[in-house]
C-alpha cells in the first residue's frame, strides 16, 4: 500500500518561501511520477507540478513557472516543491499524488494518480 505524507506548510508572508515535503513508502519510488496539486477554500483542485519518473522532465502550471522548483531524492523517497515569492493567491491545502504510469501526458490530470497524501495547509499572509 502506498502512503504518502506532506509536511511542511504553514504561514508566510507575501513575498516568502516554503519548502514542501513528500514522503512515499513506496518500494520502487523511482518509478513513479509525483504531482502537486493545490486546492483553495471554494475551488477545484489544481495541478501545482510534477516530475515524472519516465523522462524526469519537471512541469508547472504557469502560475507558479520561475517561483516553484519541483525536485526528488529517490534514495529518500521523498520531492520537495521548493516555493518563493509566494503569493495570497497561492494559499491552499497542498497535495502531492503518485502514479505508476507510464508517459507525461497527462500528468496535470488528478485521474493519472492513484494514490494521495493527507494535504498540507499553506497560508499566505497579506
Known amino acids: 500500500q502506498v502512503q504518502l505524507v506532506e509536511s511542511g506548510g504553514g504561514l508566510v508572508k507575501t513575498g516568502g518561501s516554503l519548502r514542501l515535503s513528500c514522503g512515499a513508502s513506496i518500494q520502487t519510488f523511482s518509478l513513479y511520477t509525483i504531482g502537486w496539486f493545490r486546492q483553495a477554500p471554494g475551488k477545484e483542485r489544481e495541478f501545482v507540478s510534477a516530475i515524472s519518473w519516465s523522462t524526469g522532465s519537471t512541469y508547472y502550471q504557469d502560475s507558479v513557472k520561475g517561483r516553484f522548483t519541483i525536485s526528488r531524492d529517490n534514495a529518500k523517497k521523498t520531492v520537495l516543491l521548493e516555493m518563493t515569492s509566494l503569493k495570497p493567491e497561492d494559499a491552499a491545502v497542498y497535495y502531492c499524488?503518485?502514479?505508476?504510469?507510464?508517459?507525461?501526458?497527462?500528468?496535470?490530470?488528478?485521474?493519472?494518480?492513484?494514490?494521495w497524501g493527507q494535504g498540507t495547509q499553506v497560508t499566505v499572509s497579506s
Open positions: 499524488a503518485a502514479s505508476g504510469r507510464y508517459g507525461d501526458s497527462e500528468l496535470r490530470s488528478s485521474y493519472w494518480y492513484d494514490d
